[in-house]
């Protein structure tokens, strides 16, 4: 009896991990307005009553409750915003504290140092830039300029980067593996090689890589093809991945799995 109540304690605790996870996931995609308020609703209600389940009632405090508000700031803006800027903010607010010597006023004065970096950061930042389109982009190279000449031809301006911004929310840099829009249908992936602006036009070169294997939540790719240019609209995420022995293990986000 013992060891079959420390093996369903084992399995509620992993299927409670897995819950949260999902859950996770979710809040990841509620970030672009592609989850709905009903759907992390749910997900956090089932995920509560499985740690219970697993743990007991007495394991959970305050913060157990506050990621119910989660489903309703999607409710009501449509979208959650990513707040764990403001967690790596701590260490702002600590530079300033440990500097500061006015003993008087000192809540104050740290207060006034970092409210100041804030507003500088808002007027200067490249980062808050969303533009959709190469992320400071800079003049080619002599062997990638006559590379692009001879794809586009002469007398166009173009310009290169080691990141873009392909769409709202999302970004790749040189040697990132993406998913891209397959042109049967579906998805594929490659990886990235270079980015360049043409005539006004963003495009990105990609090595294409051939699937192995696929499951629910990850799938194996090894390189296969020749490199192709591809307009950056056809990029659908950046994606998790680990290589070992020339195979790509991709993780599936929820955006790619219809979840």
Known sequence: MRTVAATDAVLHACQAFIMLVTLVDMLVEAQHGRCSAIQIATATQAFLEMFAQAFGVD???????????????????????????????????????????????YGGAVLREVLNKSLHTLDTAPWLNMDVGLIDPRLPSKRLAACLTGFFGEGVEHFTAYSVRYNAFSKC??????????SAGGWCVAR????????????VDLQPFELQAYSETYSTWREAGMPFLADTDDLLETLIYSVRSGVATVLHPLSLTGA
């Open 192 to 203: 990235v090689l270079f980015l360049a602006c043409s005539a006004g036009e963003t495009y």
């Open 173 to 182: 840099s040189c040697g990132d593996l993406v998913a891209k829009r397959a």
């Open 59 to 105: 394991e959970m405090f305050l913060k157990f409750h506050l990621i119910l508000h989660h489903a309703l700031t999607v409710a009501r803006y449509g979208w959650s915003p990513n707040t764990m800027a403001l967690e790596r903010k701590h260490k702002s607010i600590l530079q300033y504290g440990v500097l500061n010597n006015n003993l008087k006023n």
